[in-house]
């Protein structure tokens, strides 16, 4: 019986919308807004339900997000498609303009070809020489990146530097002062510059 | 007659006042007012803006990393993850890029921040994975997510 009463609702409601113009839609639809979508919903779902389905609630789901689950043979597969990639790449030498990130000087710089570097401090190497770069950090190309953790291998990755200038900053003014208790200091302090131009960033073609 | 005395009357100060006062207003030429041409006024702005230079050294440092942790909270967001999730997830698998390399990162490099922020989803799934277990409740415990049987 309430299925009957129901389905007597919404023909009125079709009728109500066909019969009616535009303008008119929305009183119609709060009056029934109520039951009708009850009604679809009641309608829909009677077809297609698994037996262990439960209706969302607030507790229907654990609060924190879902998890998901990837196997060791999935990763495995995963972890070989991207070697060999990346192996193929790093083959052919077709990548464009290599850039790395050099740990140097107590600090981190995202280095590519042609850069230059100012370094804050005194390094015992001459201008004109030709310096190593060590700490890489991570190399990276447009293609593919190869992240360290903490640094790939000393072979894998070559970064070359030469050093152009060495000179000193120009004179910065420490000064402090402590208002009414004639007290203040003014020292001048020059720190020695090198400034560094990054010739090479190499790769080489071997990753397992 | 000589007048000998009148030679003892006149001072003999000091030889380069000009250059002293030169040395303060030549770092007062850019400022605003009469503090830029008159040496009693220019001294003590002179004596303020190398006091702010100096504290703004050291304040200049905070904000640069300020700065950089909210773009690369920003750009981890775009991948939807968390700054603080991103960050302790990447020392977690012992990647040591520090906040100014990531920002730089995030702005020129967008596939490696994308491979970093991968990288440390992978942590988070794992970590979630190990605390979660195996998804049952332990026996003999009524908790509150009910599940119909």
Not at chain 1, 193 to 207: G, S, W, Y
Not at chain 2, 7 to 27: A, F, T
Not at chain 2, 82 to 107: G, Q
């Amino acid at each position: 019986m309430a299925l009957t009463l129901r389905s007597g609702y919404l023909e009125m409601l079709r009728t109500c919308w066909r019969l009616q113009a535009r303008h008119v839609k929305i009183p119609v639809l709060n009056q029934m807004g109520l039951l009708y979508p009850a009604i679809a919903r009641h309608q829909s779902s009677q077809s297609k339900l698994p037996s262990s389905y439960v209706p969302p609630t607030s507790l229907s789901r654990p609060p924190w997000p879902e998890v998901s689950y990837i196997s060791s043979d999935e990763e495995e597969r995963h972890h070989k498609v991207v070697l060999e990639n990346v192996n193929t790449l790093l083959a052919k030498e077709d990548y464009g303009r290599l850039f790395a990130v050099v740990h140097f000087a107590s600090r981190q710089w995202k280095v590519t070809n042609e850069d230059l570097i100012l370094i804050e401090n005194h390094i015992d190497a001459e201008c004109g020489d030709r310096i190593r770069l060590e700490k890489v950090l991570l190399v990276g190309g447009e293609e593919f990146t190869l992240i360290g953790r903490p640094l790939p291998g000393r072979d894998l990755a070559r970064v070359e530097a030469t050093v152009i200038e060495k000179t000193e900053s120009w004179p910065k003014v420490y000064m402090r002062f402590w208002k009414r208790h004639r007290y203040q200091k003014k020292r001048i302090i020059v720190q020695p510059q090198i400034v560094l131009r990054i010739n090479t960033i190499e790769v080489a073609p071997r990753l397992t | 007659m000589v007048f000998l005395t009148l030679s003892c009357w006149i001072r003999n100060r000091g030889p380069d006042r000009y250059w002293k006062v030169q040395e303060v207003l030549s770092n007062a030429r850019h400022f605003r007012g009469r503090k830029n041409r008159c040496y009693s006024l220019a001294v003590r702005a002179v004596r303020r803006a190398f006091v702010y230079a100096t504290k703004a050294r050291k304040i200049k440092r905070r904000n640069m990393r300020t700065l950089w942790i909210s773009r690369i909270a920003a750009a981890s967001r775009e991948h939807g993850m968390k700054y603080p999730a991103l960050m302790h997830n990447l020392v977690k698998s012992s990647v040591e890029v520090n906040r100014r390399v990531l920002s730089d990162l995030a702005i020129t490099e967008p596939k490696s921040f994308l491979s970093l922020a991968k990288l440390a989803r992978a942590g988070q799934q794992e970590g979630f994975g190990a605390a979660l277990g195996d998804g049952k409740e332990p026996p003999g415990v009524f908790s509150r997510i009910v599940t119909l049987q």
